[in-house]
Structure formats: structure tokens, C-alpha cells
């Protein structure tokens, strides 16, 4: 059971770098985000999917794009990497039906930009 | 919009002790109510959940009510273990969001101290 798989678990970027943190999910769902995690806080939204083809933005998309090409890949791409973007980042996906109320979390990928 | 209040931690407590963390929330229509827990070094794992007012959740002897007239859904266990010391999310979704995203409360902090 991999559920919801991320890679890498760690990096680090030099200002200005790209890098794509990678999420692929075997459950089939629908629903795919991409949430970051600053320290003391909660989780903010930055992008979305709702099946493949489509994405949309959360609270926080500046500075990041998303594609949903499959099902079950979905990449989180940082342009021209920011310290502001030094962060944990959770990829999360859930079922379309009404009672998938749970979604399921990857383990995290924790980025320093220096 | 949606949000999530939760006290602010960290909250200490000796092995045995009774647990409350509060949690409030604001939401048009009818949400789920979801409380996460994140170990150290780990990502996001549902700890329990309710979809409907006065639905309580358990699981592994926490509790949490759906109480739509206060709009909260504190978290409580009547004897804490060590090995509860992590971080808890409270959590909401929305149906009447297209995006059915989580909107995270900003996590507690939980010390138990053998």
C-alpha cells in the first residue's frame, strides 16, 4: 500500500534554482493538492487538481505551477526558488464520492532555498 | 471564507493526564470536522473525524463532538502517553467549495512528559 508517495524528502536550492517536487498517488483519486507548512503554522493551500487536465490555485500559487497530465502524478514546479519558499511541502489526494471526506497525506518534502 | 481557530501551544502535560485541545471553526454550509496528527518527522495522519453535527469521532482514545451551535470540535483523551507528544491539526472541508481542500488550523503542539 504506497498511498501517497513524494520525492524528494529533502533539498536544498540555491536562489534562483527550478527544482519539481514530485506526488503520485495508486489509489485513483481525483483530488490532488499541494499544501506548504511554515513553522507554527497550519497548512496553506498553494494549488489544487480535481482530475487530470485540470488545476487551479489555492491560497498561496505565486512562485509555483502544477500540471496533472495522469491520474496519478502530480508535480509541484518552483521557478526561480525564493528563501520565502523554504518550507515543507505535503502533497495530499482524496476520493471524488461524497463520503471521501479523508485525504490522504505523502510524508513531506522539506526544502531550504539559500 | 472558511477558517480554523485551535489554541495556541505548546501544551505540556505528565503521563496520564487529561487532554483538551480546543478547536473553533468558521464555515459556510455544512462541513466535516477532522482532526490530524503529525509525529515528528512524519506527515499528516487522520487521527479522527465527524461529518455531521453531534457526530463524536474516537480513535485510540480520543475523542472529539461536532457541536454546530458553538461551532467547535475540541480534542480530548482522558490519559495521555508519552508517545501522544506530537502535533495536532485541527481541520474542515467544505462541500460547497468545488476545491472540497482542508483548511488547516495552525497546530498544537502536545509535550508528555513521562
Known amino acids: 500500500n504506497a498511498g501517497v508517495t513524494q520525492t524528494p524528502k529533502f533539498r536544498i536550492l540555491k536562489i534562483g534554482q527550478s527544482m519539481t517536487l514530485q506526488c503520485a498517488q495508486d489509489?485513483?483519486?481525483?483530488?490532488m493538492y499541494w499544501y506548504r507548512q511554515d513553522p507554527g503554522m497550519g497548512l496553506k493551500l498553494i494549488y489544487y487538481s480535481v482530475g487530470a487536465g485540470i488545476t487551479d490555485k489555492g491560497e498561496v500559487p505565486n512562485g509555483y505551477n502544477v500540471s496533472r497530465s495522469t491520474t496519478e502524478d502530480f508535480p509541484l514546479r518552483l521557478e526561480l526558488a525564493a528563501p520565502s519558499q523554504t518550507s515543507v511541502y505535503f502533497c495530499a489526494s482524496r476520493g471524488r464520492r461524497v463520503r471521501d471526506t479523508e485525504a490522504f497525506f505523502g510524508q513531506g518534502t522539506r526544502l531550504t532555498v539559500v | 471564507g472558511n477558517s480554523v481557530t485551535q489554541m495556541e501551544g505548546p501544551v505540556t502535560l505528565s503521563e496520564e493526564a487529561f487532554l483538551t485541545i480546543n478547536c473553533t471553526y468558521t464555515a459556510t454550509g455544512y462541513p466535516s470536522l477532522f482532526w490530524y496528527v503529525q509525529y515528528p518527522g512524519e506527515g499528516l495522519q487522520l487521527l479522527l473525524k465527524a461529518t455531521k453535527a453531534d457526530d463524536k469521532g474516537s480513535n485510540k482514545g480520543f475523542e472529539a463532538t461536532y457541536r454546530k451551535e458553538t461551532t467547535s470540535f475540541h480534542l480530548e483523551k482522558g490519559s495521555v502517553q508519552v508517545s501522544d507528544s506530537a502535533v495536532y491539526f485541527c481541520a474542515l472541508s467544505a462541500l460547497d467549495t468545488g476545491r472540497r481542500a482542508l483548511t488547516f488550523g495552525s497546530g498544537t503542539r502536545l509535550q508528555v512528559q513521562p
Open positions: 489509489m485513483n483519486h481525483n483530488y
